[in-house]
């Protein structure tokens, strides 16, 4: 039997896992998305505080059935003195990687968003040079806008990126 993807809020028991896409080198976080050693209690302290879920923010969990898969991430991204987007973000444990993990984690929460928030924006940037991540995007229905040049610090120098978006009107929400 195959159990479906889905998102879910992180629990208590769901932070040793995500702390190690977040804080134990390339070898779990890839290449692209290790960006140095960081405070190790700042994820626990933050889901105490709440939960990983503000109104500008949200971190929720990747899994299938019970297994924990990753996490998605949005933050909110100004877009002019009335309106905002959402910038979004993934991360895939290793074993996960490669077999459609990522669009449909990232597919959800683009339905999510547009479902429960009102922007009419969604963006996503990743390395120009990280082709899976840039093939997920598009999968899940983005638009590649363009290159941000210089836009991204990460191990030891500045990188270009490949920016996404999808509107509203593009995703069905029923």
Do not use: C
Not at 62 to 70: F, M, P, S, Y
Not at 102 to 131: C, E, K, M, P
Not at 157 to 164: K, V
């Amino acid at each position: 039997m195959t159990t479906e993807i889905r998102l879910r809020p992180a629990t208590r028991e769901d932070l040793p896992v995500l702390d190690l896409l977040n804080n134990s080198g390339p070898e779990t976080a890839s290449a692209f998305g290790w960006f140095g050693w960081n405070d190790p209690a700042r994820l626990t302290r933050r889901w105490e505080e709440n939960g990983l879920l503000t109104p500008d923010s949200g971190n929720l969990v990747v899994a299938e059935g019970d297994e924990v898969l990753g996490h998605v991430s949005w933050h909110r991204s100004q877009q002019g003195p009335l309106n905002h987007s959402w910038n979004i973000g993934a991360g895939i444990l290793p074993e996960a990687r490669g077999r459609g993990v990522g669009t449909t984690a990232q597919r959800l929460l683009v339905r999510y968003l547009f479902a429960h928030t009102q922007v009419n924006r969604i963006d996503a940037s990743t390395d120009v040079t990280n082709a899976a991540e840039q093939r997920a995007l598009e999968k899940a229905g983005f638009t590649r806008e363009g290159i941000l040049r210089g836009a991204h610090f990460r191990n030891g120098s500045f990188h270009d990126m490949a920016h996404y978006s999808i509107l509203r009107h593009e995703v069905a929400l029923d």
